[in-house]
């Protein structure tokens, strides 16, 4: 079963442009990650937060983690064409590598 | 390293047939998981073994499905008998220890199965 809902499912933006990409989560957490999937690929793994972080950078990446909210979120900074891709959010909540993946959000970057 | 191995990379078989997906993970990896994605349902986790033993197999649907996973370097998915509702696109991933949390998966390309 689904533990993250993204939002929105769709987003189109102009190269250039940020591209903000939330995450909800029901139950308690001890990690969040945020993945890539280009289509027909599988998915690949861009960033970790740990429920005791509230921010992560990596490049052009900053996710954020409100675990009071029970959400998170993924910018991308000056997006390029090439970052189009749905983007995930994965929860883990036990002392397991269970993770529970959302629907994701459909990112274009028009050129 | 040449990340994790699927095979077939596409199936296309007729309803009640046999199909099995194959999986290779990254060898030293010790966690091994099988994802179904489809538009309708997302990407669901399977069934997911570590030091080749099944550590949850909630996910998978029912059973016509099953997995095993014989050795560390290999994992098979099977579907008998299969029906068009199957029809999806099954990830194999691999983590490196396992049972502990928070660590990254690393993802095959995914084998497209249509069945027909």
């Known amino acids: 079963s689904q533990q993250g809902e993204e939002d929105p499912q769709a987003l189109s933006i102009q190269e250039g442009e940020n591209a903000t990409m939330n995450c909800s989560y029901k139950?308690?957490?001890?990690?969040l990650q945020w993945y890539r999937q280009n289509s027909g690929r599988g998915l690949v793994h861009l960033i970790l937060?740990?429920?005791?972080?509230r921010e992560k950078h990596s490049g052009r990446l900053r996710v954020t983690l409100d675990t009071s909210k029970k959400s998170s979120s993924l910018l991308i900074t000056a997006s390029r064409a090439a970052d189009t891709a749905s983007y995930f959010c994965?929860?883990?909540?036990?002392?397991?590598?269970?993770?529970?993946f959302g629907a994701g959000t459909r990112l274009t970057v028009k050129p | 390293d040449a990340g994790v191995i699927q095979s077939p990379r596409h199936e296309v078989t007729e309803m009640g047939q046999e199909v099995t997906l194959r999986c290779k993970p990254i060898?030293?990896?010790?966690?091994l998981f099988w994802y179904r994605q489809t538009m309708m349902r997302g990407l669901e986790l399977l069934i997911y073994f570590n030091n080749n033993v099944p550590i949850d197999d909630s996910g998978m649907p029912e059973d016509r499905f099953s997995a095993k996973m014989p050795n560390a370097s290999f994992s098979t998915l099977k579907i008998q008998p299969s029906e068009p509702r199957d029809s999806a696109v099954y990830f194999c991933a691999s983590s490196p220890s396992g049972l502990a949390g928070g660590e990254t998966q690393y993802f095959g390309p995914g084998t497209r199965l249509l069945v027909l």
């Open positions: 937060i740990r429920s005791n972080e």
């Open positions: 139950t308690s957490i001890n990690n």
């Open positions: 060898s030293g990896h010790n966690s």
């Open positions: 994965a929860t883990d909540a036990g002392n397991n590598n269970d993770m529970r």
